[in-house]
């Protein structure tokens, strides 16, 4: 079978069915330094499978991230003979990734269900993602040839690339506010986000810089906390307690240089994925309801839409106008408060919300009628999912 | 650098066998980088073979030190306790005119970024920070 006739037998027959979360807000307000990714991804799992209306029992496929190990993860929740499972690294690239493997699981029979779980006390046990202590070890081009000149954390290398941005294309700093004030709007309207207050322009573009050209507020929010999805069958879907949520489409791609940074800011590994992706699904851009896009930092946002054609190349930044990007927008982002707002569950709790929209539950931040929606992760590794209900 | 202080900034491993031709360079002075004996292909950072025709006949060969800037920031986080004192500090994207980059600190620019741009052409420096290691930095052909 050619690759066109696999994608499109694969659609729509693997689902979501359960999802779990802890309250983000709650933990970010109650550091722990003892707290525990197993503790956390125990608390996610039991809401997950209390969603789904499934028992431990029906779980013969487990992968865990963050959660340093699936063995001990498995051995705590009484999971003997998982028929497939793995560890995933750590790194937010392995929501989406982990969502694949799990399809690609269930879709081929190596596994009926799956439980993906991930656990982080990040805010509790102070993670930094940059500086003394982190990239070292042997072999370390990094170590060796960017932290001697203090160059060191995956914001600092958005910052590169923005500042690059801004002076082939002229993209406003502003554009990087209407991110940050589109998440914050959408975190107000979610009782689990953790920041609440109003943000105008000004308070964005008063905000202390981090790697400048970004602010403080261009950066994710690292916190405690957890997250469990739960993957079947489509064929298994129909029963369950929640209506299914399916797989339409997903893909990847790559930029592996010897920089995180990617000097087309990832157009050329996106734009070769998207068509795959949309045709896999069978719809087109303005199909889609809403978008989750990963947004460690704002940038991303940008260099997203364009490699995944919502926008022309370098046209990103006047293209996220507050109204075109808002709940009653064109293309409602990151509705839960994304990673600046909400917290930064490295890609899992945007899943979550995207499943949740789909449902209907998302109350005052519910998109009306939203059938198809997005979630894409840009790194080095990219993936992204058109998910339908 | 001449200060008298001790320097408490992050060394680069000198240990490391595929990258000792590269420090032992910079501390004559002079910048080095790979190329390929088949293929004439330049890289950077030091690698097993050649990324484009995977040769391992690999040599070090002098470049001019011309530069522009391809990207920069300025760093005001303090992810180092070795440049606490002096934030925010400058930290470029260089492209080397025979194409690779490299990350490098750059020097003589007041701290309004006057002039500043990118693509903006830069001159190699070398500064002797310890007796054993030099780290090339950048500064603007004005
Ligand atoms: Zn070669």
Redesign the interface.
């Known amino acids: 079978m050619s690759r066109d006739t696999l994608k499109r037998d694969f659609r729509d027959k693997v689902a979501i069915v359960g999802v779990g979360t802890t309250d983000f807000g709650a933990m970010y307000r109650d550091l722990d330094p003892q707290r525990s990714n197993y503790q956390l991804g125990l608390t996610a799992f039991k809401a997950a499978i209390e969603d789904c209306g499934l028992t431990r029992d029906d779980i013969d496929g487990i992968f865990t991230s963050r959660v340093p190990d699936t063995v001990r993860m498995s051995e705590i929740l009484g999971i003997r003979h998982p028929r497939f499972s793995s560890t995933l690294p750590g790194g937010g690239r392995y929501s989406g990734l982990g969502v694949q493997y799990a399809a690609m699981a269930v879709y081929s029979g190596m596994a009926d269900t799956v439980a993906l779980i991930y656990g982080n006390n990040g805010r509790s046990v102070g993670a930094k993602y940059g500086g003394d202590g982190e990239g070292g070890g042997p072999e370390s081009n990094s170590a060796d040839f960017d932290v001697p000149y203090g160059m060191t954390s995956p914001g600092a290398q958005y910052g590169l690339m923005y500042r690059r941005h801004q002076a082939l294309y002229g993209t406003p700093a502003e554009a990087l506010g209407h991110l940050a004030i589109n998440n914050r709007n959408n975190a107000m309207k979610n009782p689990i986000s953790v920041m609440k207050n109003p943000l105008s322009m000004e308070d964005y573009l008063n905000t202390r810089f981090i790697a400048e050209p970004l602010r403080l507020l261009d950066y994710c929010l690292i916190n405690d906390g957890a997250v469990c999805i739960i993957v079947t069958s489509a064929e298994r879907a129909r029963d369950l307690k929640q209506p299914p949520i399916y797989i339409s489409a997903t893909q990847s791609t790559s930029d592996f240089t010897a920089q995180y940074l990617s000097d087309n800011f990832y157009y050329d590994s996106l734009s070769s994925m998207a068509p795959d992706l949309f045709g896999a699904a069978g719809i087109d851009r303005k199909d889609i309801d809403f978008a989750q896009i990963y947004d460690n930092f704002t940038p991303t946002v940008l260099f997203s839409l364009e490699g995944l054609g919502f926008c022309g190349k370098g046209e990103s930044g006047s293209w996220v106008t507050p109204e075109r990007i808002s709940l009653t927008g064109e293309l409602p982002l990151n509705t839960s408060g994304g990673h600046t707002s909400e917290s930064y569950m490295q890609g899992w709790a945007m899943h979550v919300e995207a499943v949740r929209q789909l449902r209907g539950e998302c109350g005052d931040r519910q998109v009306a009628n939203a059938e198809f929606g997005l979630y894409s992760c840009t790194s080095p590794v990219s993936a992204a999912h058109i998910l339908r209900r | 650098m001449t200060n008298d202080a001790p320097y408490k ?5 000198l240990e ?1 066998k ?2 000792q031709p590269y420090w032992e360079a910079t501390k004559r002075h002079e910048l080095v980088i790979q190329q390929c004996d088949a293929c004439q292909h330049l890289w ?3 690698s097993f073979c050649c990324p484009n025709c995977l040769g391992e006949a690999i040599s070090w060969k002098p470049v001019s030190g011309r530069a522009k800037i ?14 606490a004192d002096e934030r ?2 400058l ?1 470029a ?1 260089v492209e080397l005119e025979e194409g690779p ?5 750059l020097v003589d620019i007041d701290e309004e970024r006057t002039g500043l ?3 903006m052409p830069l001159e190699i420096v070398f500064d002797d920070v310890t007796p054993e ?1 030099t ?1 090339p930095r950048f500064r603007p052909i004005r």
């Open positions: 900034r992050p060394l680069p491993d490391r595929l990258t950077f950072p030091p391809w990207s920069w920031i300025d760093m005001w986080q303090m992810y180092f306790r070795g440049f925010p500090y930290v994207y980059r490299l990350m490098a600190n741009t990118c693509d290691v780290l």
